[in-house]
């Protein structure tokens, strides 16, 4: 996990009121900075809305981290209201450009939001359950390597009787060996046209190579996919509908406006 997520997402939630209290931490407090408390559920938070941290690295594992970058964004912080810093022209130039931008951000969601309702969203459910067309999915695991003869020696090591998972922990490129469902074209071409010739329980029987090094594949099971169900589905239903709702919002925005726009040399812009 890079610890540059940690910092991102810290800084991205610094603004926000802590969260009550967990039971993790002590009585759910997970430092005193200052007399400043910093809450376990403000860090959890953190960590439920950043997929690129959750996806990689377990909590227990990530709360060290994450309380060190927190602790330091926080003495900085601290520091920053000591000092005259928001008395600066460039503190008030920031944060009238950041009040703009969410201004603007929080009017289009709510302008997007007026835009779109149940009837819609399930008018769009029904159309891709009608065009949805079933393919063979599959459940797989994958140790990946930089060199071939890595590779078959993970081969031998699994038919005399090692574990997967244990091997894939120890050398494996990728931390999860777990794919999850997958068809094959979502996987790049050499991957996919080897896994989707084996059959459910096969180990490749020798490694499969793509642009991202030697793969020893294992096929957990397969089967032929179906439509998300309606709850599944919603979240990438409403991104549709969201889009096509900006479209009309910057319409009716555009079309009441008088706008003069001019090139570097000071003619008119088309």
Known sequence: MKTKYIAAAVLAL???????????????????VNGEKVTVAEIKKIYDNTPQINTQEKWDVFYPKALNAWVD??????AANKSDVKKSKEFKEQVELFSNDLASRLYLKQEVEKKINNNDLKNLYNQY???????????ARHIL???????????????KGEKFDELAKKYSKEKRADLGWFTKNMMVPDFGNAAFAMKKGELSQ?????QFGYHIILVDDLRDSKPLSYEQAEPQLKGILAQEAIKGVMGNIVKGAKIEKYTLDGKEAK
Not at 73 to 78: A, D, G, R
Not at 129 to 139: A, D, G, H, L, R
């Open 14 to 32: 610094t603004l926000l009121n802590p969260l009550n209290a967990s039971a993790e931490g002590k009585n759910g407090v997970a430092a005193v």
């Open 73 to 78: 964004s926080k003495l900085v912080q601290q």
């Open 129 to 139: 359950k009608t065009n949805f067309v079933s393919e063979k999915e599959m459940k």
């Open 145 to 159: 390597v930089d060199n071939e003869a890595t590779a078959n020696d993970i081969i031998k090591k699994i038919k």
């Open 206 to 210: 020798k490694p499969v190579k793509t």
